[in-house]
């Protein structure tokens, strides 16, 4: 591992005050407790990362893809049931319920 510097400077002293606070309470160094937080901050992104990306990916349209998929549907579909017409009744649905 290489021991790269950072030097941060502008950060207020009651930041410090807590900062060096959190610091005694877990222990180790300043420097450790601040790598912490930015290693934590990282993975955090690269949490987010796929979401975001992914979403602004458009794939290609893939016939063959699609037409095993509605193949898939098609034959899970003949395990649901058939439901009569008065299944779908406001009545049967809300029952009481205005």
Avoid: C
Avoid at 51 to 60: C, R
């Amino acid at each position: 591992m290489n021991n790269h510097k950072i030097e941060l400077t502008g950060i207020p002293e009651p930041l410090l005050k807590l900062i060096d606070e959190r610091v005694r309470q877990k222990g180790g160094d300043r420097a450790a407790y601040i790598r912490d937080l930015i290693e934590r901050d990282i993975a955090l992104e690269k949490q987010k990362q796929p979401k975001a990306s992914m979403s602004k990916v458009k794939l290609p349209f893939d016939l063959e893809v699609w037409e095993a998929d509605m193949k898939a549907l098609a034959e899970r579909a003949k395990e649901i049931p058939i439901l009569p017409p008065e299944a779908f009744t406001r009545k049967s649905i809300y029952g009481n319920h205005n």
